[in-house]
């Protein structure tokens, strides 16, 4: 019955675009003019009362209210809403144009301030022209667009009906400025490096392939820039960062999209302690700027971005909560008991880090609520980061968790070209074994490495999800305009 409805309102409007074009007017003209937006109108609006000022809008018509010889429309542009007022008697036969304008169209309103009768503020209406006519009806902006799937998929329906989803976007939008602020005002530099990688490096990851035709070569999209960048730093380059996209062939949860967002940036003649201090910095900071308040809700909770964070050994927390030190434990059926006893199914590949990960993933991340920092991992975790000094066994490395989420790796990097080998080799070991997110050796990036990199320390943090906690939003697809879903059947 509704799609039945829907089709004929579809007809009713596709009817007055032909009407409208048959008497010759243009229902998608290519020129549109105005002089205020509708904020700046309402701002100035006892002047233009004053002076009488003639003021012209362009908005999109989310009501219409038709009394015989008057009616009366609601407008909205991106900066507010007003109420037009058309009189027969100021419009004249034009006053029958009101007939073809239904709500969801844009419309270009000449006309005067004024006030209603009941004191609302109005443009009283000289002349209307039709800016585009919509054909299909929008949602109902009073009751919202409800369904899930719809609003994420349909996303230009869902910015229309929840003002709540623009607000996201606008956060987002501020997020990514105050990152970029934050990191050129310390003299890092925005940089770009391929999307499309002959090897997919930088993380542990299953990648997305595709095949380039013109060179007939298989390529992934990138599961992480960190291998580029880390070569600019061998370029001569101090301080670099990059927003983008990355890729990853995972599942997908309220925490996780095949398609996001990460910042990276590498600091040479800098180890992981100093990027623990920045990292405080810029999200106190970014929380501060983006809510007014260090203290940010988290559905019924609250979570404080207040510096300094709780910082935890790994390893040592590990222990605390489930009795293992990973560090001494290597026997895979000490992990599945492990599992077995939480509730847990074991990862497909048994390697000694995916055990340790896993272990971790599935019962201590899920306790940390506010901003925690855990450092030193075993360095079978962290094929790219370097080895303590005083522990060979353990890597300079932290990981900052949020309300049980990971927002930031960071580590001091591995800058030796042979241990890297060495390392990459061990990977590709567990990848022949089955890990399918194992690193790949990367030659060109070990090439770069033997003409020398600079000490020096790198940081990933999630935009998606630092865009989850500063907006309350408690699925990451709600922060992303456009998230993959499933094709429509």
């Not at 105050?178 to 530099?189: A, H, P, Q, S, V």
């Not at 990036?445 to 033997?450: K, S, T």
């Amino acid at each position: 019955m509704a799609e039945e409805r829907l089709e004929e309102i579809r007809a009713q409007r596709i009817s007055k675009r032909a009407q409208m074009i048959a008497d010759g007017q243009l229902p998608y003209p290519s020129e549109v003019r105005r002089t205020h937006t509708i904020a700046q109108t309402i701002e100035q609006f006892d002047a233009l009362i004053q002076s009488e000022e003639t003021v012209m809008l362009l908005g999109r018509v989310n009501s219409v209210r038709s009394h015989g010889a008057i009616a009366f429309l609601d407008i909205a542009d991106e900066s507010s809403k007003i109420q037009l007022q058309a009189t027969k008697e100021l419009l004249g036969e034009r006053f029958e144009q009101i007939i073809a304008v239904d709500s969801g169209d844009f419309i270009e309103a000449t006309g005067t301030a004024t006030l209603s009768r009941r004191g609302e503020k109005t443009i009283l209406i000289t002349n209307i022209l039709m800016a585009s006519k919509a054909i299909r009806p929008v949602p109902n902006t009073w009751f919202g667009l409800k369904d899930i799937e719809v609003r994420s998929r349909q996303r230009e329906l869902d910015l229309l009906a929840n003002p709540e989803t623009k607000e996201v976007a606008r956060k987002r939008s501020k997020i990514l400025h105050f990152i970029r602020t934050y990191l050129t005002e310390k003299d890092f530099i925005e940089v770009e490096t391929p999307i499309l990688q002959p090897i997919p490096g930088g993380t542990l990851a299953e990648p997305f392939t595709t095949h380039h035709n013109a060179l007939d070569a298989d390529l992934y999209l990138r599961i992480a820039p960190e291998l580029y960048l880390k070569r600019l730093l061998v370029g001569g380059f101090e301080k670099v960062f990059e927003i983008g996209k990355n890729f990853r062939n995972e599942g997908v949860d309220k925490s996780h999209n095949p398609e996001f967002t990460m910042l990276e940036f590498y600091w040479a003649y800098a180890d992981y302690e100093d990027l623990m201090d920045m990292a405080e910095e810029l999200l106190s900071g970014a929380a501060h700027a983006i809510t007014g308040s260090f203290d940010v809700p988290w559905g019924d909770s609250t979570i404080s971005f207040k510096g300094p964070f709780a910082r935890y050994s790994y390893t040592e927390l590990i222990k605390e909560r489930t009795g293992i030190d990973v560090m001494q434990e290597k026997d895979p059926a000490v992990y599945k008991a492990a599992f077995k006893k939480h509730g847990i199914t074991p990862p497909e590949a048994d390697t000694y880090g995916k055990l340790v990960d896993e272990l971790y993933k599935e019962v201590v991340r899920p306790t940390l609520h506010n901003p925690t920092i855990l450092y030193d991992y075993p360095i079978e975790l962290v094929p790219l980061a370097k080895k303590k000094a005083s522990n060979p066994n353990i890597a300079e490395m932290f990981q900052l968790v949020i309300a049980g989420m990971e927002l930031v790796k960071a580590y001091t990097e591995l800058n030796d070209p042979i241990e890297q080998r060495e390392r990459f080799e061990q990977q590709q070991a567990e990848r022949d074994g089955g890990n399918k997110e194992a690193h790949v050796i990367d030659e060109n990036y070990l090439r770069a490495m033997e003409y020398g990199m600079p000490p020096a320390a790198g940081f990933g943090l999630g935009i998606d999800r630092l865009a989850m906690l500063l907006t309350n939003t408690p699925h990451l697809r709600d922060t992303i305009l456009f998230p993959l879903l499933k094709t429509e059947e």
